[in-house]
């Protein structure tokens, strides 16, 4: 493959739950240490030993208690920031490729769209936690509740608290996931996800070659 290899490239995985974006990921890594590169992969909210105990807090409150959206963004802008000091940014300035399960666009999704903290407000904690650190790519997987869901089930009995909400609930995380794609075309790639692991595997590796190839005749 036909890569840059002194800077790292930073690719984000979102998507509602159960759309395979930890296979996905697997399998890209795969690909991209295939072709001779150093691929890091990683997830949000985590990936450090501190985010990984703010995920536990923020997936997992104790009985009877409920974060508000507000307090899950500054939860996950909290961990965020850790993870991009530690993990990511050392990694992307070594020349790492970074492919992250959820990023800030889940964010946007789950605590804007879904939670009512204001765009503007997620914006700014955007730019001041990730600021010039924005994915090169980003894959919004997409599929119908007939495939995530059995997905969902086929999981851990101990659901979070995200994962035990209705099905109401994940269609509008679906619809909210297509709009933040539709809106930023230039950083978002929509990918039918129905299909089965390696077609979407397939297709996620033409965009990264198409993507590269742009770069390189960008120069
Ligand atoms: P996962 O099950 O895909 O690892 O994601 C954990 C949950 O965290 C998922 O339901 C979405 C939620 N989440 C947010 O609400 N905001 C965020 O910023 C991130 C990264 C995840």
């Known amino acids: ?15 509602g739950e159960g759309v395979g974006k930890s296979t996905l990921q697997s399998a890209l890594a795969e690909r991209l240490v295939a072709a001779g590169l150093d691929v890091v992969t990683t997830r949000e909210p985590g990936g450090t030993p501190l985010a990984e105990l703010v995920r536990d807090l923020a997936l997992h409150p104790p009985p009877g208690n409920y974060w508000s959206s507000m ?7 909290a961990a965020r920031s850790d993870h991009l000091d530690r993990v990511i940014r050392p990694a992307l300035e070594s020349g790492k490729w970074v492919i992250c399960d959820r990023f800030s666009d ?35 997987l997409d599929a119908p509740p007939s495939t995530t869901d059995a ?5 851990s009995q101990v659901k979070d608290s995200f994962e035990s909400r209705s099905s ?12 933040l794609a539709k809106s930023e075309p230039k950083r978002c790639r929509l990918i039918d996800a129905s299909e089965e692991a390696s077609v979407v595997a397939d297709a996620v590796w033409s965009e990264i070659q198409a993507f590269l190839a742009q770069q390189m005749s960008a120069r």
Not at 168 to 179: K, N, P, Y
């Open 71 to 77: 307090a899950e963004a500054l939860l996950m802008n």
């Open 168 to 179: 109401a609930f994940h269609t509008e995380v679906r619809a909210a996931f297509i709009d």
């Open 151 to 155: 997905r969902r089930e086929n999981r």
């Open 1 to 15: 493959m036909m890569a840059d290899t002194k800077r790292g490239r930073f690719i984000t995985l979102e998507g």
């Open 106 to 140: 889940s964010t946007r999704v789950y605590q804007s769209v879904k939670g009512g903290v204001p765009l503007d407000v997620l914006k700014s904690f955007e730019a001041s936690v990730i600021g010039e650190t924005q994915p090169d790519l980003t894959f919004v």
